[in-house]
């Protein structure tokens, strides 16, 4: 299995401390001991299985809005979008929970041409205010007559947005774009008359659900 970069000093941190807690158990043999060692070896497991980063396939092209995140679809709405989009924009809301891929990834072909970072709150990320007070990470994306922008949104527990986009730079559809670590939200904003190909309570699966679809232009 594939692991995020990111994730590589935790899961050997994980990795370490269940280790020593099995040596532990073996050379004292009481049982609190080996409660430890069974705790830590669960917890490293489920550090590796938080940072998993499988390969992602799916329907393409260049209409197709494709979802940046594994999650539930928590919001679907019409909103201003004044940092990018430069107007009313269609927005749909991802969550991810602590046991989601959080690995994002583009959902259209094109060239980043706006990269911002906002400082704010941790606030449930599943609630409609966090789009507008929480720590929050903006990439847009210029693909032909298309303006999207993607917005990372960190949570509750979450206290570190990457994002690997650089202004100038040509991304394509489905490759990673960053990640947020421990439970976040993932906001994907595009025009107005876009057929969204998802509903709200609905599982998307970064890379490969469809969310939209964009209007001849």
């Given at each position: 299995m594939k692991f995020a970069r990111e994730g590589l000093p935790f899961i050997a941190i994980g990795a370490v401390l269940a280790l020593v807690a099995?040596?532990?158990?073996?050379?004292?043999?009481?049982?609190?001991?080996w409660l430890l060692a069974v705790v830590m070896i669960v917890v490293a497991v489920w550090v590796a299985y938080f940072f998993r980063d499988p390969e992602r396939s799916g329907e393409r092209g260049d209409r197709v809005v494709i979802s940046p995140a594994d999650g539930k679809v928590v919001l679907i709405t019409e909103v201003d979008e004044p940092a990018f989009i430069h107007g009313r924009a269609m927005r749909v809301s991802i969550f991810m929970n602590v046991f989601s891929v959080?690995?994002?990834?583009?959902?259209?072909?094109?060239?980043?041409?706006y990269v911002q970072y906002n400082p704010g709150k941790f606030l449930?990320?599943?609630?409609?205010k966090s789009s507008l007070e929480n720590e929050q990470r903006s990439v847009g994306i210029e693909s032909g007559p298309y303006r999207i922008l993607v917005?990372?949104?960190?949570?509750?527990?979450?206290?570190?947005?990457v994002t690997y986009s650089r202004e100038g730079e040509r991304?394509?559809?489905g490759e990673r774009m960053g990640l947020i670590r421990?439970?976040?939200?993932?906001?994907?904003?595009?025009?107005?008359?876009?057929t969204i190909r998802v509903k709200v309570g609905e599982l998307a699966i970064a890379g490969s659900t469809p969310?939209?679809?964009l209007p001849p232009r």
């Open positions: 099995t040596w532990w158990a073996f050379r004292r043999g009481a049982w609190p001991f959080h690995v994002n990834r583009y959902p259209i072909s094109g060239t980043v041409k449930n990320a599943a609630v409609e917005r990372q949104i960190a949570g509750l527990i979450a206290r570190r947005i991304v394509e559809q421990f439970g976040s939200r993932v906001d994907v904003f595009m025009p107005t008359d876009a969310v939209a679809e």
